[in-house]
T-cell receptor, first 108, second 112 residues
Framework: KNEVEQSPQNLTAQEGEFITINCSYS?????LHWLQQHPGGGIVSLFM???GKKKHGRLIATINIQEKHSSLHITASHPRDSAVYIC??????????FGPGTRLSVLP | KAGVTQTPRYLIKTRGQQVTLSCSPI?????VSWYQQTPGQGLQFLFE???????NKGNFPGRFSGRQFSNSRSEMNVSTLELGDSALYLC???????????FGPGTRLTVL
């Protein structure tokens, strides 16, 4: 069965802290997305990864294909980063399977 | 380019009714996928259409159906609504299969 796990489930941080959210999956994949959803809001795709590392502003995403693991890092966190972060994995020949999400609260 | 649009944004229906949701992909995108998000089950894949053909289907009952038109716009239909169908329905489009998906804002359906 294709499963996607995320950790932690919930995370509270102080403004300015470095944050890491992890995603692990069970079998080989074609691509992995990190998604962001603000309370009551829609979903925004932050990154799509199939290998290596990507950076947008204060956000960095990495993926290790051999270890079946990806991380989302937020540097210098800000209250506006408070949201649910979801890992979505595309398995070969199938559509996306989503992780349960990590709820992040950044306190001022 | 305009982003993915979904209409309506909010909808209230009663049990037993049917509903049709619409998704307009980004111009040039040929794939449209539909997802359901509920507090209990999280995000789950419904189906994907590519060039008017259903390519993949998730594990949902036959009450959930969809179609895609020649201009790549897609509709999703749910018949005989149940309380458990209350959810945020998201669509996402991509240019080709295995490209990055871009999500629409969603349609929030409430079934009373």
């Amino acid at each position: 069965k294709n499963e996607v796990e995320q950790s932690p489930q919930n995370l509270t941080a102080q403004e300015g802290e470095f944050i890491t959210i992890n995603c692990s999956y069970s079998v080989g994949i074609s691509a992995l997305h990190w998604l962001q959803q603000h309370p009551g809001g829609g979903i925004v795709s932050l990154f799509m990864l199939s290998s290596g590392k990507k950076k947008h502003g204060r956000l960095i995403a990495t993926i290790n294909i051999q270890e079946k693991h990806s991380s989302l890092h937020i540097t210098a966190s800000h209250p506006r980063d408070s949201a649910v972060y979801i890992c979505a994995v595309g398995f070969y020949g199938q559509n996306f399977v989503f992780g349960p999400g990590t709820r992040l609260s950044v306190l001022p | 380019k305009a982003g993915v649009t979904q209409t309506p944004r909010y909808l209230i229906k009663t049990r037993g009714q049917q509903v049709t949701l619409s998704c307009s992909p980004i111009s040039g995108h040929r794939s449209v996928s539909w997802y359901q998000q509920t507090p209990g089950q999280g995000l789950q894949f419904l189906f994907e259409y590519f060039s008017e053909t259903q390519r993949n289907k998730g594990n949902f009952p036959g009450r959930f159906s969809g179609r895609q038109f020649s201009n790549s716009r897609s509709e999703m239909n749910v018949s005989t609504l149940e309380l458990g169908d209350s959810a945020l329905y998201l669509c996402a489009s991509r240019e080709q299969l295995y490209n990055e998906q871009f999500f629409g804002p969603g349609t929030r359906l409430t079934v009373l």
